[in-house]
């Protein structure tokens, strides 16, 4: 792999990197050398995820390097950092192995989701730096293995069950890490991902969960999910450490909202009466157990770290807290106070700083007594007390005078009234005598600074926070919201040129209604059926997938209603099938794969898919080529402007800009949210350098000058709009004709073995290191055009075989055919394709006898295909000479390839070709494959296919091939 220097250091890439690449890795180096945090942005398919990989951890090894050299040589004075590290590794001696005691510096990777982070982890596979120690960190939920355990629906119960299980020493997994963990298997060369660490946890009979902390003392990089950094009491949990360490936040463009969340809750009266009720229930069973009446719910014999006058204390204390919200004078929109009420409203119930520790521990006892001492999954398992640990957590996360300043700066207590919703239908008089009873108080406890969060990062002595994302514009405003500050940054242009791309502000319809989302007009039907008419004409002109983003799910789902009703969807669907992105989640993954599958299916002119921006659709999914060849926008996603939380942030942002004019207005910061998700969803289609597509969007507002600002400094250029809606439509039109036609083909990379795992959600093929689309975007559809890979790779001359080999194995139900050992070479693995479900993913001029394949005599039945065009050779005595007929060609599809050779060939000649390609896959060597070939394809009758073979050869040897081929047929 090429090696390249950046900033001073060495960087090995997999291959030269582009511009945008070295600029990506010179600022992430930069941000690290001088201990300082970055904000870069960097478009989806400019290869920023390899880029932070290898430049980060390519640093990280000089740092190491550095370290270990002064170490020996105790030239401890070169630097007072050095110095300091000193005195941390002598204070800390012999506490544990953890690197950042001596002064090493990890990596700490998060993203979003672990799917995400699975992604990023393949990526460091493939690059020159999977020798490096990396490990994942993942919750019990998808980690735990002990059969009782796993079972538990409820994480809460799944965690409070598994640690006393560990305390107790009851886990047979958990005993077993200590002596396991140096296994070859865990301590090997291979990096594991969760997925892997799972598989290892079940052959060593350990815990994964465990073991990845294990792993995570030796690390050099660990991957985590945000919440596990940014939540103070998950941080903990975890034990991740901070300091000297480096931070990465990958798909930035969320952490603002998360870091809000993770330090905000809401808790209603009815958790706190709940909580009361189960305090009471625990206090019932030790009178019961007393009198020798032992509850059968609760295991009475279960060791308790509590006394029954700690229980009485407690419930003291809730139903006083219960008392003091119920006198909270509440208007009809609810009350607000400022955030350091909460302190007050607690003091009420006698928890205060002093004394917060001892309630957070009894609370804690008392939940993990209730959630393994049931006999029935129907009884208590402490979820009220649940609510109030999650809120004295939040609350007292900080006892210091400065945070609770910071408190009374970033928080607001907002309490309201709601209805209970009932089920049971009533008459207007009971409903109106039963209002008062149905109502219940909500406490919200809101962060509105996203500073708070990474504020407590940096106080953590963290070295640098690097933050990247594909969308991150505009930058002013996302940095004044962070509150750190920030040295380095930097906005990427694209790789793509202006060939590849069309973007198109449509601000009316095919009958001149002018399309606007804005609430006011949201009920027009008019407009409604206006923005149908405007999705049918493109569907018509768009070629493959289209992608369909409205604004929120009631939105699409009153289009979807009216257009059914006016015939507007279904010829839509005659066109190209639609697909609805489902609300819940357990039905997403299904829905997701019929539209890949219909996007290959060469009877389809590919698939429509309706979604919400961001919703699952928009974030994180890799709809490249042919899965996404344009993305609709229908409307701005604005947050609900009478909600209760965006008004009081638009506040506070206003509140804070009486004091500093420069930082973010409240109107400033409402547009920006829905800009923000614009540019996610269209972040979907352009996903790598050789990809193209069309950006529609279907809104007047589009054409506002404040608003183009605000959308991706890369997109603003290329943003065109019509004066008429025939033009815009000739436009696309005449934009897809010359990207087919002028575009090349991107180089197609080979599906690896160890690509290959199995979702246990769905019992659907997974790819790891690949975003759920680029399974799709490997089969073969209706041409070869389908692009996956941005670098190039010595397998790229095999690239054929595993597309086709790949579109059965989609299509098969043998799950046989999805494991990687089966899969020992490309040819054996079309063959096993051929004998299990033959050609049932072929294009449909095979179809029929495909449909046959179960019937008797099969093999005779296929030399008799005058599609494959070989019988005319095997009849050809010499009466007909080479040179009174056309000359004959080696089929283009490789499934008639295949079969064409298979039928020439007797089996021990087959056998030998196929394992000829093996062997040239895997070692390279040209002269032995060559004369394998010569001696299995010289006859000449089968010169063809010996010529059709240049294809699958390495771009270095395809010249001499040609050569030998052209000296052949001469002599």
Same mark, same amino acid.
């Given at each position: 792999?090429?090696?390249?220097?950046?900033?001073?250091?060495?960087?090995?890439?997999?291959?030269?990197?582009?511009?945008?690449?070295?600029?990506?890795?010179?600022?992430?180096?930069?941000?690290?050398? $001088?201990?300082? $945090?970055?904000?870069?942005?960097?478009?989806?398919?400019?290869?920023? =995820?390899?880029?932070?990989?290898?430049?980060?951890?390519?640093?990280?090894?000089?740092?190491?390097?550095?370290?270990?050299?002064?170490?020996?040589?105790?030239?401890?004075?070169?630097?007072?950092?050095?110095?300091?590290?000193?005195?941390?590794?002598?204070?800390?001696?012999? @506490?544990?192995?953890?690197?950042?005691?001596?002064?090493?510096?990890?990596?700490?990777?998060?993203?979003?989701?672990?799917?995400?982070? =699975?992604?990023?982890?393949? !990526?460091?596979?493939?690059?020159?730096?999977?020798?490096? %120690?990396?490990?994942?960190?993942?919750?019990?939920?998808?980690?735990?293995?002990?059969?009782?355990?796993?079972?538990?629906?409820?994480?809460?119960?799944?965690?409070?069950?598994?640690?006393?299980?560990?305390?107790?020493?009851?886990?047979?997994?958990?005993?077993?890490?200590?002596?396991?963990?140096?296994?070859?298997?865990?301590?090997?060369?291979?990096?594991?991902?969760?997925?892997?660490?799972?598989?290892?946890?079940? +052959?060593?009979?350990?815990?994964?969960?465990?073991?990845?902390?294990?792993?995570?003392?030796?690390?050099?990089?660990?991957?985590?999910?945000?919440?596990?950094?940014?939540?103070?009491?998950?941080?903990?949990?975890?034990?991740?450490?901070?300091?000297?360490?480096?931070?990465?936040?990958?798909?930035?463009?969320?952490?603002?909202?998360?870091?809000?969340?993770?330090?905000?809750?809401?808790?209603? =009266?009815?958790?706190?009466?709940?909580?009361?009720?189960?305090?009471?229930?625990?206090?019932?069973?030790?009178? !019961?157990?007393?009198?020798?009446?032992?509850?059968?719910?609760?295991?009475?014999?279960?060791?308790?770290?509590?006394?029954?006058?700690?229980?009485?204390?407690?419930?003291?204390?809730?139903?006083?807290?219960?008392?003091?919200?119920?006198?909270?004078?509440?208007?009809?929109?609810?009350?607000?106070?400022?955030?350091?009420?909460?302190?007050?409203?607690?003091?009420?119930?006698?928890?205060?700083?002093?004394?917060?520790?001892?309630?957070?521990?009894?609370?804690?006892?008392?939940?993990?007594?209730?959630?393994?001492?049931?006999?029935?999954?129907?009884?208590?398992?402490?979820?009220?007390?649940?609510?109030?640990?999650?809120?004295?957590?939040?609350?007292?996360?900080?006892?210091?005078?400065?945070?609770?300043?910071?408190?009374?700066?970033?928080?607001?207590?907002?309490?309201?009234?709601?209805?209970?919703?009932?089920?049971?239908?009533?008459?207007?008089?009971?409903?109106?005598?039963?209002?008062?009873?149905?109502?219940?108080?909500?406490?919200?406890?809101?962060?509105?600074?996203?500073?708070?969060?990474?504020?407590?990062?940096?106080?953590?002595?963290?070295?640098?926070?690097?933050?990247?994302?594909?969308?991150?514009?505009?930058?002013?405003?996302?940095?004044?919201?962070?509150?750190?500050?920030?040295?380095?940054?930097?906005?990427?242009?694209?790789?793509?040129?202006?060939?590849?791309?069309?973007?198109?502000?449509?601000?009316?319809?095919?009958?001149?209604?002018?399309?606007?989302?804005?609430?006011? $007009?949201?009920?027009?039907?008019?407009?409604?059926?206006?923005?149908?008419?405007?999705?049918? *004409?493109?569907?018509?002109?768009?070629?493959?997938?289209?992608?369909?983003?409205?604004?929120?799910?009631?939105?699409?789902? +009153?289009?979807?209603?009216?257009?059914?009703?006016?015939?507007?969807?279904?010829?839509?669907?005659?066109?190209?099938?639609?697909?609805?992105?489902?609300?819940?989640?357990?039905?997403?993954?299904?829905?997701?794969?019929?539209?890949?599958?219909?996007?290959?299916?060469?009877?389809?002119?590919?698939?429509?898919?309706?979604?919400?921006?961001?919703?699952?659709?928009?974030?994180?999914?890799?709809?490249?080529?042919?899965?996404?060849?344009?993305?609709?926008?229908?409307?701005?996603?604005?947050?609900?402007?009478?909600?209760?939380?965006?008004?009081?942030?638009?506040?506070?942002?206003?509140?804070?800009?009486?004091?500093?004019?420069?930082?973010?207005?409240?109107?400033?910061?409402?547009?920006?949210?829905?800009?923000?998700?614009?540019?996610?969803?269209?972040?979907?289609?352009?996903?790598?350098?050789?990809?193209?597509?069309?950006?529609?969007?279907?809104?007047?507002?589009?054409?506002?000058?404040?608003?183009?600002?605000?959308?991706?400094?890369?997109?603003?250029?290329?943003?065109?709009?019509?004066?008429?809606?025939? !033009?815009?439509?000739?436009?696309?039109?005449?934009?897809?004709?010359?990207?087919?036609?002028?575009?090349?083909?991107? @180089?197609?990379?080979?599906?690896?073995?160890?690509?290959?795992?199995?979702?246990?959600?769905?019992?659907?093929?997974?790819?790891?290191?690949?975003?759920?689309?680029?399974?799709?975007?490997?089969?073969?559809?209706?041409?070869?055009?389908?692009?996956?890979? !941005?670098?190039?790779?010595?397998?790229?001359?095999?690239?054929?075989?595993?597309?086709?080999?790949? @579109?059965?194995?989609?299509?098969?139900?043998?799950?046989?055919?999805?494991?990687?050992?089966?899969?020992?070479?490309?040819?054996?693995?079309?063959?096993?394709?051929?004998?299990?479900?033959?050609? =049932?993913?072929?294009?449909?001029?095979?179809?029929?006898?495909?449909?046959?394949?179960?019937?008797?005599?099969?093999?005779?039945?296929?030399?008799?295909?005058?599609?494959?065009?070989?019988?005319?050779?095997?009849?050809?005595?010499?009466?007909?000479?080479?040179?009174?007929?056309?000359? %004959?060609?080696?089929?283009?599809?490789?499934?008639?390839?295949?079969?064409?050779? %298979?039928?020439?060939?007797?089996?021990?000649?087959? @056998?030998?070709?196929?394992? *000829?390609?093996?062997?040239?896959?895997?070692?390279?060597?040209?002269?032995?494959?060559?004369?394998?070939?010569?001696?299995?394809?010289? $006859?000449?009758?089968?010169?063809?296919?010996?010529?059709?073979?240049?294809?699958?050869?390495?771009?270095?040897?395809?010249?001499?091939?040609?050569?030998?081929?052209?000296?052949?047929?001469?002599?």
């Amino acid at each position: 792999m090429p090696e390249v220097m950046i900033s001073g250091i060495p960087v090995n890439f997999p291959f030269e990197p582009y511009e945008v690449q070295k600029a990506y890795m010179e600022k992430v180096i930069e941000s690290l050398q $001088n201990n300082s $945090n970055a904000l870069l942005e960097s478009p989806t398919g400019t290869g920023k =995820t390899l880029s932070l990989l290898c430049s980060s951890i390519a640093w990280l090894l000089v740092r190491k390097a550095h370290l270990q050299m002064n170490a020996q040589l105790g030239n401890f004075s070169e630097h007072s950092e050095v110095l300091k590290l000193r005195d941390n590794l002598r204070s800390n001696a012999g @506490k544990n192995k953890d690197n950042t005691t001596w002064g090493m510096p990890k990596i700490i990777y998060s993203s979003r989701t672990h799917s995400q982070l =699975t992604q990023a982890m393949q !990526e460091l596979k493939r690059s020159s730096y999977k020798h490096v %120690k990396a490990t994942v960190l993942g919750s019990r939920d998808q980690m735990c293995i002990h059969p009782e355990v796993s079972k538990e629906t409820n994480n809460m119960n799944k965690v409070f069950m598994c640690q006393l299980k560990v305390k107790s020493r009851t886990c047979y997994f958990y005993n077993n890490v200590e002596a396991k963990k140096d296994d070859r298997s865990v301590k090997g060369d291979e990096i594991l991902d969760i997925e892997d660490l799972v598989t290892v946890g079940k +052959k060593l009979k350990c815990c994964p969960y465990y073991l990845s902390k294990e792993l995570k003392q030796d690390a050099d990089v660990i991957f985590m999910p945000y919440n596990y950094l940014l939540d103070p009491k998950s941080r903990k949990a975890n034990g991740v450490e901070l300091t000297n360490n480096v931070v990465i936040l990958d798909e930035a463009h969320n952490v603002e909202k998360i870091c809000e969340d993770s330090a905000s809750l809401q808790i209603r =009266t009815t958790d706190v009466a709940l909580c009361i009720d189960e305090i009471t229930h625990v206090m019932k069973s030790f009178v !019961e157990s007393s009198e020798e009446n032992l509850d059968s719910t609760l295991d009475t014999n279960q060791p308790k770290d509590f006394t029954c006058d700690d229980l009485c204390i407690l419930k003291e204390m809730m139903l006083t807290l219960e008392k003091a919200i119920d006198e909270i004078e509440v208007q009809n929109e609810g009350s607000t106070y400022p955030g350091a009420y909460i302190f007050e409203l607690l003091a009420k119930a006698e928890i205060r700083d002093h004394n917060q520790m001892s309630v957070i521990s009894l609370i804690e006892n008392l939940i993990q007594y209730l959630s393994t001492g049931s006999a029935s999954p129907f009884q208590r398992k402490g979820t009220g007390l649940q609510k109030i640990l999650d809120l004295l957590n939040i609350v007292f996360s900080g006892t210091s005078h400065t945070y609770k300043e910071r408190v009374k700066m970033c928080y607001k207590v907002h309490i309201q009234v709601e209805e209970k919703k009932s089920n049971k239908t009533a008459s207007w008089g009971a409903l109106k005598s039963t209002t008062s009873k149905a109502a219940e108080r909500v406490l919200s406890y809101w962060c509105f600074s996203p500073g708070f969060g990474m504020k407590q990062l940096v106080d953590q002595n963290v070295r640098s926070i690097i933050l990247t994302s594909g969308t991150l514009a505009p930058m002013k405003p996302l940095i004044s919201e962070l509150a750190i500050p920030i040295s380095v940054q930097l906005e990427n242009p694209h790789i793509v040129k202006c060939d590849q791309i069309c973007v198109k502000v449509i601000s009316q319809g095919p009958d001149s209604i002018v399309l606007n989302s804005n609430y006011q $007009n949201r009920d027009n039907p008019k407009y409604i059926m206006s923005l149908g008419r405007t999705i049918l *004409s493109f569907s018509r002109v768009v070629p493959d997938g289209l992608l369909v983003f409205f604004p929120s799910y009631p939105i699409m789902n +009153k289009c979807q209603e009216m257009w059914q009703a006016e015939g507007i969807w279904s010829s839509i669907n005659n066109i190209k099938p639609i697909f609805v992105e489902p609300q819940r989640k357990d039905t997403f993954n299904s829905i997701i794969n019929d539209y890949y599958a219909k996007i290959s299916d060469p009877n389809t002119k590919g698939a429509c898919f309706m979604a919400v921006c961001k919703g699952k659709v928009s974030e994180g999914l890799d709809f490249a080529d042919m899965n996404g060849r344009a993305v609709v926008i229908t409307g701005l996603p604005f947050p609900p402007l009478k909600d209760p939380r965006i008004i009081l942030k638009k506040k506070y942002l206003e509140e804070l800009r009486v004091k500093q004019k420069d930082l973010l207005s409240g109107d400033d910061w409402y547009s920006l949210e829905a800009s923000r998700a614009v540019n996610q969803a269209i972040g979907r289609v352009i996903r790598h350098k050789n990809d193209y597509g069309a950006i529609l969007l279907c809104d007047s507002r589009f054409s506002n000058p404040k608003l183009k600002n605000q959308l991706s400094a890369w997109l603003r250029d290329y943003i065109t709009a019509s004066s008429k809606f025939g !033009e815009a439509v000739s436009e696309v039109c005449r934009f897809f004709k010359s990207a087919e036609t002028v575009l090349p083909s991107p @180089k197609l990379k080979p599906l690896l073995p160890n690509e290959i795992n199995y979702s246990n959600d769905n019992n659907s093929r997974n790819i790891t290191g690949v975003s759920f689309p680029s399974v799709s975007t490997r089969l073969v559809a209706k041409t070869h055009k389908k692009p996956v890979a !941005e670098y190039p790779s010595s397998n790229e001359v095999y690239a054929d075989f595993n597309m086709d080999f790949y @579109k059965n194995a989609q299509q098969s139900s043998s799950s046989k055919l999805f494991k990687p050992k089966e899969a020992k070479d490309l040819f054996s693995a079309i063959d096993t394709t051929n004998e299990s479900v033959q050609s =049932t993913s072929t294009v449909a001029i095979h179809k029929r006898q495909a449909d046959d394949i179960n019937m008797p005599n099969i093999k005779k039945k296929r030399l008799k295909i005058k599609a494959f065009g070989f019988e005319e050779n095997l009849r050809n005595n010499g009466s007909v000479t080479t040179e009174s007929r056309p000359e %004959k060609v080696a089929p283009a599809s490789l499934i008639d390839f295949v079969k064409e050779i %298979k039928s020439l060939l007797d089996s021990d000649q087959y @056998k030998l070709f196929q394992v *000829s390609i093996s062997n040239y896959k895997k070692e390279g060597a040209y002269e032995p494959f060559v004369n394998t070939l010569s001696g299995i394809l010289g $006859n000449r009758k089968l010169l063809y296919l010996l010529k059709g073979m240049k294809r699958f050869f390495k771009e270095e040897h395809k010249d001499s091939f040609q050569i030998f081929c052209d000296n052949f047929q001469s002599n």
